[in-house]
């Protein structure tokens, strides 16, 4: 196999990928034991793996208004339920073999270190896998915004956005059989066609930095790595 293209990446996963497949909520360890196996050999290659995860799979701060919470409340809370799933990363990771360190945004001492841009980069350094939890540590931002300012942060060379879909379509494909799948698009079609790959401030935020994104199926085995040795899987979003 050929060496990977990449040697320092960001790694989005969605709170909604850890429950599994029955889509029941919480987390289901099989499936993130899955994406951990992934993870491990992914860092085992020597690419440097920066993550971060959502929370929908317990609460989404953005639907807070449904539940009578003010939106500040309901995306703390968000970010609350992002170390949980940051905890059990960690937990499947390590069992692999591989060190891993969570880095919160939120202080929390007992579970998580306090998120400081140079001791994450020094943790990449020595090849721990390092899980960013805690969104931005302000509400209003979502964990693909945090995604996005992590993966700036940290000088990585693409942020890959792992989804239940192979890649971005011009309508759901869920409901439109019919939809077509891009290979590649521009930040600013992405913007202007309103696809919702990311949330807007993301993408501009990866615009501005010229930092490529590649969205992908992660339901796929194996597709982390053939992303990381440059498979033409998924859809490339990148600079005009």
Do not use: W
Request: charged letters at 25%.
């Amino acid at each position: 196999m050929t060496a990977p293209v990449y040697t320092r990446i960001l790694l989005k996963i969605s709170g909604e990928a850890l429950q599994g497949p029955l889509g029941r909520g919480g987390i289901d360890f099989e499936t993130v034991g899955k994406f951990a196996d992934e993870i491990a050999a992914v860092a085992r290659e020597g690419v440097q793996v920066g993550l971060v995860v959502g929370a929908g799979n317990i609460f989404r701060g953005a639907k807070a208004a449904e539940t009578g919470l003010d939106r500040p409340t309901g995306d703390y809370m968000g970010m609350l339920a992002t170390v949980i799933n940051a905890l059990a990363l960690q937990a499947a990771i390590e069992t692999r073999g591989v060190e891993t360190r969570v880095l919160s945004a939120i202080e929390m001492p007992p579970v998580a270190e306090r998120y400081i841009r140079r001791r994450a980069t020094r943790h990449l350094d020595k090849g721990r896998v390092v899980i960013f939890a805690a969104g931005t540590g302000n509400p209003f931002f979502t964990t693909d915004t945090a995604a996005a300012l992590r993966a700036n942060e940290m000088g990585a060379e693409v942020l890959l956005k792992a989804t239940n879909v192979d890649g971005v379509y011009d309508a759901d494909p869920k409901t439109h059989p019919e939809a077509v799948r891009f290979d590649s698009l521009s930040y600013t079609e992405v913007l202007t066609r309103d696809l919702r790959v990311m949330d807007a401030t993301a993408i501009s935020l990866c615009r501005e930095n010229r930092l490529p994104v590649i969205v992908f199926n992660l339901n796929t085995p194996g597709n982390i790595q053939r992303v990381l040795h440059g498979e033409p899987i998924g859809t490339l979003v990148k600079g005009d």
